[in-house]
C-alpha cells in the first residue's frame, strides 16, 4: 500500500512531527480527497497541548479543502477532479493534517466556483457546529429549502451569541439572519461590531467593557429577556462565568457552550486545564438549561447526515446566504513548520475575528 505524510502528535506539548501512513483506497460512498489546504482550531491546540480526548500519535485536523482523486463504486455526487470542502473526523483516514484524505461523500460539498479554497476550508466545522447546535439544542426548525415568507417561531425573547467575531459566531448570526430572526444581541471586541450588525445583530456589546454585564441585562429584560445563549468562547473566566450571572433564574433560559470549556489556557511551556461538566463548572441559576454542544452528533439527524454538508452548506455559500471567515495565510516551507506556526499563533491568540489558513501539501 502507498504511504503519504501527515502532522501528528506524539504527546502532550510534545512538538508535532510528520509520519508517513498507509494512503487508503476508497470503498461504497468514500472519496479519496487531496486536501490542499486546511484550517487549524482550538481543537488542535486543545489535542496538541492538553492532549484532549486523544491517543498519539493522533493526526489533527478536521476542516478539508481539496481535490477528488479517487472515488469509491457506489458515489454518486462527485467525479474525479472536483472540488470539495469538508468537515470530517471519524477517524485517521478522514483527519485534514494529512496529503490524502479518504471519507464518505455525505461529509463534503462542492466549493461553488467563485470561492477559492482558502476561502471555503474555514467554513465547514464551524458552520455545521452554529447549525447542529441550533436543531439539536436549541430546538429551531431551519426548515431547507426555506419556505417563502418564512416567520421563525422563537421570535419572543433575546438569542445571545456571546463570541460573535468567533468563526461559529459568525455563521451562527449569518444563519439566523436568512430565516429571519431579528432578535439576536452579540459580544465581541468593537471592531467587529460593524461585521457583526451586517450578520444580523440587533446590538453589540463590547465583552471587554467593565460593565458589559449589566449593559446586557438592562437592555434584554425590558424587552423579554434572554431565551438563549451560545457561548463561541468556552472560557471559564471569560464567558461562562459571566454569563452565569447574566441569565435569570426560572426564565427557562436555554444555554450551549462549545466544549470543552478551557479553566486555564495553552501556553508556551504551560499546559491547560479543561472541564467538559457544563453543570459542575460554575453556579447556574435554577431553571437554566445548561449543554455542552457536541457537534459531531449531527450525524445521528438523518436528514441532517445527508444533506448539510453535501447540499445546504456549498448552497448558502453559492447564493451568498453566508460568506466565509477572513482568512490569514500562514506561510512555512513545509506541512510541518505550517502546522507548528498555527499552533503557536493559537496559543499566542494574536487573531482576532479570521481562520488561520495553511497548505497542507509540500507539493503546489
Known amino acids: 500500500m502507498s504511504t503519504h505524510p501527515a502532522v501528528v502528535t506524539v504527546g502532550p506539548g510534545l512538538p508535532l512531527e510528520v509520519h508517513q501512513i498507509p494512503t487508503p483506497a476508497p470503498t461504497a460512498n468514500q472519496i479519496r480527497v487531496r486536501c490542499e489546504w486546511t484550517a487549524s482550531t482550538p481543537l488542535d491546540l486543545h489535542q496538541a497541548d492538553g492532549g484532549l480526548l486523544v491517543t498519539h500519535p493522533q ?52 466549493i461553488p466556483h467563485h470561492v477559492t479554497m482558502q476561502q471555503a476550508v474555514t467554513v465547514p466545522n464551524n458552520f455545521v457546529t452554529a447549525w447542529h447546535t441550533f436543531t439539536k439544542d436549541f430546538g429551531f426548525e431551519l426548515p431547507w429549502p426555506k419556505p417563502e415568507r418564512y416567520i421563525p417561531g422563537e421570535r419572543g425573547g433575546w438569542i445571545l451569541i456571546w463570541g460573535g467575531s468567533s468563526s461559529v459566531g459568525q455563521y451562527a448570526l449569518q444563519i439566523l439572519k436568512w430565516y429571519g430572526y431579528t432578535n439576536i444581541i452579540a459580544t465581541a471586541s468593537k471592531t467587529h461590531h460593524e461585521k457583526l450588525y451586517g450578520y444580523g445583530a440587533t446590538k453589540c456589546f463590547d465583552y471587554r467593557d467593565p460593565g458589559v454585564e449589566k449593559a446586557i441585562v438592562d437592555f434584554t429584560d425590558p424587552n423579554g429577556g434572554i431565551h438563549f445563549v451560545l457561548d463561541c468562547i468556552g472560557s471559564l473566566n471569560g ?52 449543554v455542552g454542544v457536541r457537534t459531531h452528533f449531527y450525524l ?49 491568540k494574536k487573531v482576532s475575528g479570521a481562520r488561520l489558513v495553511w497548505r497542507v501539501s509540500d507539493e503546489v
Open 239 to 290: 464567558s461562562v462565568v459571566p454569563i452565569s450571572r447574566i441569565v435569570r433564574p426560572q426564565s427557562s433560559t436555554k444555554v450551549a457552550i462549545l466544549l470543552p470549556i478551557i479553566v486555564k489556557d495553552a501556553a508556551e511551556g504551560v499546559k491547560p486545564i479543561y472541564e467538559m461538566d457544563v453543570e459542575k463548572a460554575t453556579q447556574w441559576p435554577e431553571g437554566v438549561h445548561v
Open 300 to 348: 445521528d439527524n438523518q436528514f441532517l447526515a445527508e444533506h448539510l454538508q453535501s447540499d445546504i452548506m456549498p448552497e448558502c455559500l453559492a447564493q451568498g446566504m453566508i460568506e466565509p471567515n477572513e482568512q490569514v495565510i500562514v506561510e512555512g516551507e513545509t506541512m510541518l513548520q505550517r502546522a507548528e506556526k498555527a499552533l503557536k499563533v493559537l496559543r499566542e
Open 59 to 110: 493526526i489533527l485536523g478536521d476542516g478539508i479543502a481539496g481535490t477528488v482523486v479517487e472515488i469509491g463504486p457506489d458515489v454518486s455526487k462527485y467525479k474525479v477532479g472536483d472540488k470539495v470542502f469538508g468537515f470530517a473526523w471519524r477517524g485517521p483516514a478522514e483527519k485534514a493534517h494529512q496529503e490524502y484524505v479518504v471519507a464518505p461523500e455525505f461529509l463534503f460539498g462542492k
